[in-house]
């Protein structure tokens, strides 16, 4: 018998992937998204109820209407040099917002959740980096201090969420590294940020030889830009744990089933536990995309990004049997194809012309 999933965020990027998987594995997922940075064409995959996370009413006639058995929690902001420049909104969203939707799904029944919470609530970790001289990973034992208000928002989320285990609400928090990629192009549903800020894209797409006017209107340069080339990491650039959307996925799916079967209250990491430099993700983006030509720009650091951020992923390898498959090279080509598409051009344009 199909069950009822509820993703807030599922128009959004990663929770939109969250809805596909979940609807090919035989859920009837239903998205709540408020549409603030997702796409409604985004949200496919099951019904789709706009409206806010933050909003009790609303999210308890959901329930009422679906009585889902569990949610996954994608809603959030998620641009961290806007939380440097704003950090209350990030505070508000991510954090009390969350608070509110986690206390209503509590009290209409819906006892399991799954958060997606982000490695930023880390920190800085290049001590560890050099001290192990080699990928460096962080477990989830590793000290929790966010040097940005959007990693500060999701530590205090994830704070607050697992307090209501005491309620009877089980939970587990996904603390996820770089996500890239997509789905197979016949999903239609990919990265579509604006502004973009990811690594990944802002790479690829000028590498696919958009006009000007496009990616600038995406807030991106036709030379892609190296962030900082004086980090304390072997060649000088900041080292990330990239991990693909769909095996990002397998890991909500794992997480899903584990609380569905009684499991305790829990965090993981999701990453690969492999660093790549920013300038190794270049090399490969110029083999994979057939560009050896391509010579980005250095330009400064920007304000909240660490030096080194890479996972430990053996307690969800130990506990949840989850092992990402996907490469760099995977990541790379399925985010090609996906921002070359039509569906991706034509969804951006229309997203500006809305903006203008
Ligand atoms: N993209 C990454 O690399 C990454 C890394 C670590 C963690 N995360 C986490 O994953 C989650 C999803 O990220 P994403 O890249 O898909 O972001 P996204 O911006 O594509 O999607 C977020 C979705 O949430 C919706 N939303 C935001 N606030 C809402 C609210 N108050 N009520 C209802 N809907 C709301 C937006 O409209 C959007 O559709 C976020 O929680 C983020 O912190 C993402």
């Not at 603030?36 to 999210?59: H, K, M, V, Y």
């Not at 001290?131 to 530590?155: A, D, F, R, W």
């Not at 704070?159 to 999903?187: H, I, K, Q």
């Not at 829990?266 to 536990?273: P, Y």
Request: aromatic share 8%; hydrophobic share 40%.
């Amino acid at each position: 018998m199909p069950s009822h999933i509820l993703i807030s965020g599922g128009a959004g990027y990663i929770g939109s992937h969250a809805a596909y998987v979940l609807r090919q594995q035989g859920y009837d997922p239903v998205v709540v998204d408020n549409l603030s940075t997702g796409n409604a064409w985004a949200a496919s995959f099951g019904p789709l109820e706009q409206g806010d996370i933050g909003d009790r009413e609303f999210i308890c006639s959901v329930c009422e209407k679906y009585k889902p058995v569990a949610a996954l929690h994608f809603a959030a902001f998620i641009d961290v040099a806007e939380s440097v420049r704003n950090p209350a909104k990030y505070i508000e969203n991510n954090r009390d917002k969350a608070a509110i939707f986690f206390k209503t799904l509590n009290s209409c029944g819906v006892k399991k959740i799954v958060f997606s919470s982000t490695a930023a609530v880390y920190g800085e970790t290049a001590s560890v980096y050099s001290t192990v001289g080699g990928s460096g990973p962080v477990s989830e034992l590793y000290p929790t201090k966010p040097i940005n208000p959007y990693g500060q928002s999701k530590l205090e989320a994830e704070a607050y969420l697992r307090m209501m285990d005491a309620d009877g609400l089980r939970s587990v928090t996904l603390r996820y590294f770089n996500v890239a990629g997509a789905a197979p192009l016949e999903a239609q549903i990919g990265e579509a940020h604006l502004p973009e800020t990811h690594l990944i894209p802002r790479l690829v797409m000028p590498l696919t030889d958009m006009p000007q006017s496009f990616l600038s209107a995406l807030g991106m340069e036709k030379d892609f830009a190296i962030y900082g080339s004086d980090y304390s990491t072997p060649d000088g650039t900041a080292v990330r744990d990239y991990i693909h959307v769909l095996d990002l996925i397998d890991g909500h799916v794992r997480a899903l089933v584990y609380l569905l079967d009684g499991g305790e209250t829990a965090i993981f990491n999701l990453g690969t536990g492999k660093g790549y430099s920013v300038s190794e993700i270049v090399a490969a983006a110029r083999k994979v995309l057939g560009r050896p030509d391509f010579m980005p720009k250095i330009a400064q650091r920007r304000e909240g990004d660490p030096a080194v951020l890479v996972a430990s992923n053996s307690k969800a390898d130990r506990i949840l049997g989850w092992k990402p498959t996907r490469s760099i090279h995977d990541i790379i080509n399925d985010a090609a194809a996906w921002h070359r598409s039509s569906l991706y051009q034509d969804a951006m344009k229309a997203k500006l012309k809305a903006a203008a």
